[in-house]
């Protein structure tokens, strides 16, 4: 009997070709493929603001929607079947999935880039642009994105746990849409092959850009220049971690690791509340969240359309933002749905809305809350730093002040280290149930393949590193998103035609 191939080839080897194809140009002539595509991204910028804007509005709506309507008691497996795992465990799960080591770093830094650069007709450093600074912050981790990240996951999920397809396939949840042949065919390889490149190319770069978040913090606990050796090191220890938390699996591995992260993240923000500025964190987190209520719509939607010529952080970052998630919403849903058996519709949708939210505006909260007061009570110059330095090398710097300095940047890096290897060993399990022939319906991914997708992830990052190609890899990866867009509305549209086709909203829910 012929022995199956272990991995679809047919979509991860173009996937592969396409990327190199991709990169090599770029690395070789990074300044002028930076160049070209951020006039492209600028371009886009310009003329589609308002459409990323509103896409996020709209996915919300539709999230609340299948939440609240008879689509979201729909039960993703056997109604009778207890979800997977406890909700502490599974907001975990989606919390270090969702935000990852980015949150380390936006609620750390990104107050400062809004308060540098603030909306028009706030003076820049203001106790206004402050407020602006940590409420914008807070924005960035909000219901639109975190809307953006799960809104395929209903229709994957019905199609795994419900419906038992083998193959957890972007194409095989749209196969209600486009029939056989499509999916069967050419369109189907070419939606697969759209999935893959944009989370290969999402995890290089999260990859690339995660290390200085540790490199910088031991270069200032060290005494030592950040150096391309170092990087390796780092990116050695974490590739490691991340390769054997995937080795294990969901259960052994990502679960335990999550929990642990959410359990010590906690402790560390309990930490610099009382051994730092606690009130004044307090104080500042309740007028950040205030100032993020009162502006929601306003930062929502604000498309600078009566002072073009003053495009500011928020109005441009917005909207890459918002495309960059795109990049990752297949990732993500996916991810969610495959650990989402037993849990209804709607408990998916709404942890995802909720959990990451909330825990990443306390994270901005305490972060953003422990720089303005170095910023204002210290007289620390961050935002001078930030504009003329490595922005990450402010991080130690601001840890630093804390009692017990060293300590805190050794946590922080650990904090960040562990999030960043949730992150990345959840790609690389995602992408190998993406690409595995098993029955994803029955089985985990092959453990020898999840290994396989972490040495891929992690050369191609290295090399990228090594050669230049990062930066405008970056760019591409938000440019990606575009596709994307319509890719989710088109499942969203799946689900709820899958659903209405079997009456799964009377038959495939939960008993009273």
């Known amino acids: 009997m012929k022995k199956k191939n272990l991995i679809d080839y047919s979509i991860f080897i173009p996937s592969l070709i396409i990327m190199i194809g991709i990169s090599i140009p770029f690395a070789l002539y990074e300044a002028e493929s930076l160049e070209l595509l951020n006039s492209i991204f600028d371009y886009i910028v310009e003329v589609f603001s308002w459409g990323y804007l509103w896409y996020g509005i709209i996915l919300v709506a539709a999230g609340l929607f299948l939440s609240f309507s008879k689509y979201g008691q729909v ?51 203001s106790a ?14 909000g219901f639109q994105v975190f809307a953006i990240f799960v809104m395929i996951a209903p229709a994957m999920g019905y199609v795994l746990h419900v419906r038992k397809k083998p193959l957890m396939r972007i194409s095989e949840a749209s196969r209600v849409i486009f ?56 990116t050695i220890v974490w590739v490691f971690m991340f390769s054997v938390s995937a080795y294990l699996g969901v259960e052994k591995g990502i679960k335990r690791l999550s929990t642990f992260n ?43 359309a009566v002072t073009p010529a003053e495009t ?21 849903s996916v991810f969610a749905a495959k650990i989402s058996r037993g849990r209804t519709i709607k408990e998916m949708i709404l942890t995802y809305f909720m959990a990451p939210t909330l825990i990443s505006w306390v994270a901005t909260g305490v972060l953003g809350g422990l720089g303005v007061h170095r910023y204002l009570m210290e007289d620390m110059a961050i935002l001078e730093f930030v504009q003329n330095q490595e922005p990450m090398a402010a ?34 399990y995602t992408v190998a149930a993406y690409t595995s022939t098993r029955d994803m319906s029955k089985f985990e991914p092959p453990k020898t393949l999840r290994i396989v997708i972490a040495a891929i992830i992690t050369t191609f990052a290295l090399l990228l590193m090594r050669i230049g190609g990062l930066p405008p890899l970056e760019v ?22 899958m659903i209405d086709k079997d009456k799964a909203w009377k038959f495939n829910i939960r008993k009273e």
């Open 179 to 234: 029939g056989d042949k499509f999916t069967d065919g050419i369109g189907g390889k070419l939606l697969d092959i759209i999935f893959l490149i944009s989370i290969l190319a999402g995890a290089a770069v999260t990859l690339g850009l995660g290390a200085p978040i540790i490199t910088h913090n031991l270069s200032a606990l060290l005494g030592i220049e950040v150096t391309f050796g170092m990087t390796l090191l780092v």
């Open 395 to 428: 991080i130690p710097k601001i840890l630093a002040t804390l009692p017990l300095g060293g300590l805190a940047i050794v946590v922080f890096m650990v904090v960040a280290l562990v999030f960043l290897t949730t992150t990345l060993d959840s790609t690389t």
């Open 128 to 141: 206004e642009a402050l407020l602006w600074g940590n409420a914008y912050s807070m924005f960035l981790w």
């Open 262 to 304: 959410m359990y010590l993240a906690g402790l560390f923000a309990v930490f610099i509340v009382l051994a730092g500025p606690g009130v004044f964190i307090l104080d500042y987190f309740t007028e950040s969240v205030s100032f993020l209520m009162t502006n929601y719509l306003d930062i929502s939607l604000n498309t600078e």
């Open 312 to 332: 500011t952080h928020i109005q441009s970052n917005t909207v890459f933002w918002f495309a960059y998630s795109a990049t990752w919403a297949m990732l993500h």
């Open 476 to 497: 591409i990866s938000g440019l990606m998103g575009i596709p994307i867009i319509f890719i989710q509305f088109i499942l969203i549209y799946a689900a709820k035609k």
């Open 75 to 125: 039960v993703l497996g056997d109604p009778a079947e207890k979800p997977r795992f406890n909700l502490f465990e599974y907001a975990s799960i989606l919390v270090a999935m969702g935000v990852g080591s980015t949150i380390m770093r936006t609620g750390m830094l990104e107050w400062t880039s809004v308060a540098n650069d603030p909306p028009t007709g706030v003076e820049a450093g």
